[in-house]
């Protein structure tokens, strides 16, 4: 196994003004709040810093505006050992906001996309060194398509391998899907890609993703764990593990973010599943997305537990 994975991260920051309330509020009605958090987040930056508490070397690039927000992201990043030096700072444009209403464990999120849509293909021209130096590619869908496009295109033609977690879900052109390595996409967002119903056998809509160009295939199934289909093995599954759960909002990221670890160090595909079905279970039992993301000690001692 490699000692150090490299993983560049290309994505979303946002600030999550996260509410908590005893239940979210129906259409047109008004609930009482119990307390309201500032938590750094957007996919991307969850994602880079679930990455860096495993121990990866870690860059994130992505955008953030000229307010406070922005300067707060990066000094998260920052204090997380991650290299935000790829971060541009947008002026003019505030940076993305979250807005998270968590009640009984559970989450409503409206996200108002700020500098993140900004982030462009030229400014991964001017990182294409820091991404050549990458294990593992890390994508989103919270920047613009066609950024994570060149994103893809550009880590391909550099040797790397590309993971792509295609979240928020929306449909996707074949051009991308045949530059990915691993897509990890939830059921919903797996059956929309898949343009197929939910209720359809779970197989043969992962079977038509690697009919489109995709060569791995690994669909979060939440409570019920987690199933990868490769082009060259059957299809296979990993368990989920029984926690106490706090806040979901960051667990697809860590999801994600273990995987990629685990890959970049030289894991199996079913490997990387289970390390990252542990990855996730933890960050589930913690407020906060980027809080919440465990160590690489705390996802050992959990295994072996």
């Given at each position: ?5 490299r ?5 979303s920051?946002n600030?999550d003004?996260?509410?908590?309330a005893?239940?979210p509020?129906?259409?047109g ?6 307390q ?11 994602q880079a810093?679930?990455?860096?508490r ?5 860059r994130?690039?992505?955008a953030?505006?000229?307010d406070a ?13 991650i ?11 505030h940076t993305?906001?979250a807005s998270?209403?968590?009640s009984q ?5 409206i996200?108002?996309p ?6 462009l293909?030229?400014?991964?021209s ?10 593992v590619?890390?994508?989103q869908?919270?920047i613009?398509?066609p950024?994570v496009?060149?994103?893809a295109?550009?880590?391909?033609r550099?040797?790397k391998t590309?993971v ?6 929306r449909?996707l052109?074949?051009?991308?899907l ?11 967002e ?21 009919q ?8 979060t ?5 987690a199933a990868?289909?490769t082009?060259?093995?059957p ?14 909002t ?8 273990g ?13 990387a ?12 039992t ?9 160590t ?7 295994i072996?537990?």
């Amino acid at each position: 196994m490699k000692q150090i994975p490299r993983i560049v991260v290309i994505g979303s920051l946002n600030m999550d003004v996260v509410v908590e309330a005893d239940r979210p509020p129906a259409l047109g009605e008004t609930v009482a709040g119990k307390q309201v958090h500032f938590i750094p987040g957007g996919k991307g930056a969850n994602q880079a810093v679930a990455a860096a508490r495993l121990g990866a070397n870690t860059r994130m690039v992505g955008a953030v505006g000229t307010d406070a927000f922005g300067q707060s992201l990066l000094a998260a990043l920052r204090q997380e050992g991650i290299d935000a030096d790829t971060v541009k700072v947008v002026e003019g444009t505030h940076t993305g906001i979250a807005s998270i209403v968590l009640s009984q464990g559970d989450n409503q999120i409206i996200v108002v996309p700020g500098a993140n849509d900004h982030c462009l293909p030229a400014d991964l021209s001017d990182c294409e060194r820091q991404i050549a130096e990458a294990d593992v590619v890390l994508l989103q869908l919270e920047i613009p398509l066609p950024t994570v496009l060149f994103a893809a295109k550009m880590a391909k033609r550099l040797g790397k391998t590309v993971v792509l977690n295609p979240a928020p879900a929306r449909e996707l052109p074949d051009e991308l899907l045949q530059h990915v390595d691993v897509l990890i996409p939830n059921e919903s967002e797996l059956y929309l890609l898949a343009d197929s119903a939910a209720g359809q056998e779970l197989e043969a809509a992962m079977r038509s993703l690697l009919q489109k160009g995709v060569r791995t295939v690994v669909t979060t199934l939440g409570a019920k764990g987690a199933a990868y289909l490769t082009d060259k093995e059957p299809l296979g599954f990993v368990s989920s593990h029984k926690v106490d759960v706090v806040d979901t909002t960051g667990a697809g990221d860590s999801f994600n973010a273990g995987f990629s670890y685990a890959l970049a160090s030289g894991s199996s595909v079913a490997e990387a599943a289970a390390f990252a079905t542990a990855v996730a279970a933890l960050a589930v039992t913690k407020l906060g997305a980027q809080a919440g993301m465990p160590t690489l000690a705390e996802v050992n001692q959990f295994i072996h537990a």
